[in-house]
């Protein structure tokens, strides 16, 4: 099953250093140097960090996610899978990839709830600039693109878009939603609606529609007058409205850092758990 689950450089690998968690591109070198904790890589079957993957798919819970999900610059066990599994006493499956894009992520959901179904899915939603080639032929490695130089604004729509299509394909599985460090807040989407809004808004607008409704009492202009203005506001709407009814965790803060200097660690992976658990309708 899930025969296109797998990473195919890193099957049954054993790696010291992987990406920015290396003495040449770490973020801090000093603070590398003095990290307290061994640091490897090892890669299962489907060459994924993770122990081999349980025969019951459907009971376990799904971690997906980037390099946070994985784990860059931490031990295996200080990652939230791991916690996540000791916490509550049940098989937790770390589906991350570093690099991996929030569209990659779609992708596998949208597959495990059509091929396994499973009971609860947690994933960590990745930054915005990431994408993935369209080629279907190479695998979810090589389809990695770090950066794409989109309108912030499409990048952010085109996110809840993609997390309201999870939501509508979702039967019984839960799905809980969370956003790792700096994901869509450091973007500045809000400021920038808000300049937006400022260069159309007249004296007696409000400071700032709540809604899409209240963007309709305007009586000042014609909709053909706000043109592009209106279709901005009704996608971000829709974008919010996704925002404010998915179940969801703030996007985390960072407690503490990994040994690269700049993924989270065993602090605030342990802070997530504590959150997630409280949420989290254990299988039966």
């Known amino acids: 099953m899930l025969d296109d689950f ?14 920015i968690d290396s003495p040449h591109y770490c973020f801090d070198k000093q603070h590398f140097k003095q990290y307290p904790y061994e640091v490897s890589y090892q890669y299962n079957s489907r060459g994924f960090r993770d122990d081999e993957w349980p025969d019951d798919l459907q009971n376990a819970i799904w971690c997906v996610g980037d390099s946070f999900t994985v784990g860059l610059g931490c031990p295996q066990e200080h990652t939230w899978p791991s916690l996540l599994k000791s916490k509550l006493g049940v098989n937790c499956i770390n589906l991350g990839l570093d690099g991996g894009s929030n569209a990659w992520m779609c992708r596998k959901i949208h597959r495990l709830l059509e091929a396994v179904e499973p009971k609860v899915i947690v994933v960590q939603w990745s930054f915005l600039h990431r994408s ?30 993609g997390i309201k299509a999870i939501e509508q394909s979702k039967k019984s599985t839960q799905i809980i939603h969370s956003f790792i460090p700096d994901c869509y807040e450091n973007c500045q989407i809000d400021q920038e609606m808000q300049k937006l809004w400022n260069q159309l808004r007249g004296e007696s607008w409000s400071q700032y529609p709540k809604d899409l409704a209240e963007f309709n009492c305007i009586n000042e202009l014609t909709r053909s007058e706000l043109g592009s203005y209106y279709d901005k506001f009704d996608r971000y709407f829709h ?14 803060k960072k407690l503490d850092l990994a040994r690269d200097g700049f993924h989270y660690d065993i602090v605030t992976a342990r802070d997530f758990v504590e959150k997630l658990a409280s949420l989290i309708s254990l299988p039966r």
């Open 132 to 161: 993935e080639h369209a080629n279907t032929d190479l695998n979810d490695e090589l389809r990695r693109i770090e950066y794409v130089l989109d309108d912030m604004f499409d990048l952010y729509v085109k996110m809840f878009d």
């Open 6 to 19: 797998i990473l195919p450089s890193r099957v049954n690998a054993r790696w010291n250093y992987s990406g």
């Open 239 to 252: 974008a919010e409205q996704v925002r404010t009814q998915i179940q969801s965790i703030p996007e985390i």
